[in-house]
């Protein structure tokens, strides 16, 4: 069974081509990912965030599409989507134009250690999704900041634990640290955090 793995992202099958981003097999139904948001309720308990009253992250990660490659990605991971659903866990999403994604020499869920190990069969089979899958994770997890509001010059780690990022002020422009990554506008602010788009993919491993 071949599907698109971004077959329910509209916006997204509509707009980034399909060579770039359609993985090699389908959707598993057991694995980590969710379609949309038809279930209010995850595993962490309810969230009803809507109920009571707030715009959160998770009603304004998709309204930008310049960055909507990024935001189909935190769809489809659970535990972000939960805690961007969740109003109570603030995060600073720091979100990579497409055009960045775009220019990567591997997709998000490709690593190199995975070729080198696996050769070029490394994403088929049911094997191949799961390590796809946690790639995408890990991506992800690399680009969310565990806290808002997060003070220039505050040293956090992301989601993923590696090494600590910051942020500075340079010639009016905000940097991302150590990887000199400009922020090309804060796109949202609501209750549970801010959206950054970022001008480059951050240097994870
Ligand atoms: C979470 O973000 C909101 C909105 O910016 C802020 O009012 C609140 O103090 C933050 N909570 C924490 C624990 O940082």
Wanted: charged share 25%.
């Amino acid at each position: 069974m071949k599907l698109n793995y971004f077959a329910c992202f509209s916006t997204l099958a509509a707009t980034v081509s399909s060579q770039l981003l359609v993985l090699p097999f389908g959707r598993h139904p057991a694995s980590d990912e969710r379609p949309l948001k038809m279930d209010p309720v995850g595993p962490g308990g309810p969230s009803a965030p809507s109920a009571q009253g707030g715009v959160i992250l998770s009603d304004v990660m998709g309204k930008e599409r310049s960055v909507n490659i990024f935001a189909g990605f935190t769809r489809d991971v659970v535990s972000i989507s939960h805690r961007l659903d969740d109003s109570s866990q603030n995060s600073t999403i720091l979100a990579p134009l497409n055009s960045a994604i775009e220019k990567l020499p591997r997709k998000p869920w490709e690593d190199a250690r995975d070729y080198e190990t696996l050769g070029t069969n490394a994403y088929e089979g049911g094997d191949g999704q799961e390590r796809a899958q946690r790639n995408i994770r890990r991506f992800v997890e690399a680009h969310v900041v565990p806290s808002s509001p997060w003070q220039e010059r505050e040293k956090v780690k992301t989601l993923l634990g590696d090494r600590e990022v910051w942020w500075e002020s340079k010639d009016g422009k905000k940097l991302i640290q150590p990887d000199n990554i400009e922020v090309d506008s804060v796109a949202s602010q609501v209750g549970n955090g801010e959206v950054w788009i970022i001008r480059g993919v951050r240097n994870y491993s």
